[in-house]
């Protein structure tokens, strides 16, 4: 067991120090970290296939966070896909910046939003955090997101009929509403928008990353923040002066992803003069 255990942190010494030594790799794969530092940290898992992965198989699995595997970005993080040993494809998001968030506030409202299962909910599978930065484990959605979809049909090559785009619209209103009124505490998503809500193989949506959710008591009128979280084009005006959220800026924020399914335009529009 010592010997295999050895070997494998050998491999994966020399896989971080080719990694972190190559060009190629991306610029926000900065961890110092020896081989038995990743090993030793395990992912806080849901699902019982996954109860033994480590940091280190997340490396392995997306070529040490390289380009290649990258499948999407934000303002709060990058989206990589990973194909595990086991052969499940699984989305990987790497949360940045977060800030007013302490860790064991982070964890318990994952540990929460982990064992909520909707099938207009993408699954979170797991969840670590790694120096400064949180990952997350998400199932992966066949087709993306609704905002490739309707932005960038090269890269998806499908094109929604409106029978298609209603059934989007009502699977993401049900997945919301289940945060809203079937959760206790319940959750308020806060950033509601077309590249977080997510198509399965039969075009399913499927609302994604609770990286910037928080929960929320009944009794609650709102939550107050340091920082917003929402993407600009969908944020409730009144965010912006109160830094208040609330399950109302949710609606709000769906009710723009609605207006960009039905016209096909996105909320903010580049003008060149």
């Given amino acids: 067991m010592k010997k295999r255990r050895k070997k494998t942190e050998a491999a994966l010494e020399a896989f971080i120090e080719v990694h972190s030594n190559s060009n190629s790799a991306t610029a926000n794969s900065n961890w110092k970290l020896s ?45 990589y896909k990973a194909q595990l040993k086991d052969g499940n494809i699984v989305a990987i998001k790497k949360l940045i910046h977060v800030s007013g968030q302490g860790d064991r506030e982070f964890t318990a409202e994952m540990e929460t939003i982990g064992k909520i299962k909707h099938q207009n909910l993408v699954p979170l599978l797991g969840y670590c955090k790694v120096d400064e930065e949180r990952l997350l484990v998400y199932e992966y959605m066949k087709y993306g997101s609704l905002d490739d979809v309707l932005h960038d049909r090269k890269k998806i090559g499908i094109k929604l ?43 399913e949506a499927r609302v994604s990353d609770f990286g910037m959710a928080r929960l929320m008591s009944a009794i609650d ?23 208040r959220c609330s399950t109302k800026g949710d609606v709000y924020s769906y009710g ?18």
């Avoid at 993401?172 to 997510?198: E, Q, T, W």
């Avoid at 016209?263 to 003008?271: E, N, R, S, Y």
């Fill in 35 to 79: 081989a038995r530092d990743a090993l030793s940290i395990n992912l806080a898992t849901f699902e019982k296939p996954l109860r033994k992965l480590t940091f280190a198989d997340l490396l392995e699995a997306t070529n040490g966070f390289h380009n290649d595997s990258l499948i999407g970005s934000g303002g709060f993080g990058d989206v």
């Fill in 161 to 203: 009929n409106w029978a298609a785009r209603r059934k989007i619209a009502i699977g993401a209103a049900r997945g919301l509403a289940f945060l809203h009124h079937n959760c206790i505490p319940l959750i308020i998503h806060r950033d509601m928008k077309s590249s977080n809500v997510l198509l399965d193989e039969n075009l």
């Fill in 221 to 243: 009128t709102h939550l107050s923040v340091s920082t917003l979280a929402d993407t600009p084009g969908y944020v409730p005006p009144e965010y912006y002066q109160s830094f």
């Fill in 256 to 273: 723009v992803v609605l207006l960009e399914l039905i016209t096909g335009k996105q909320p903010i529009l580049a003008i060149i003069i």
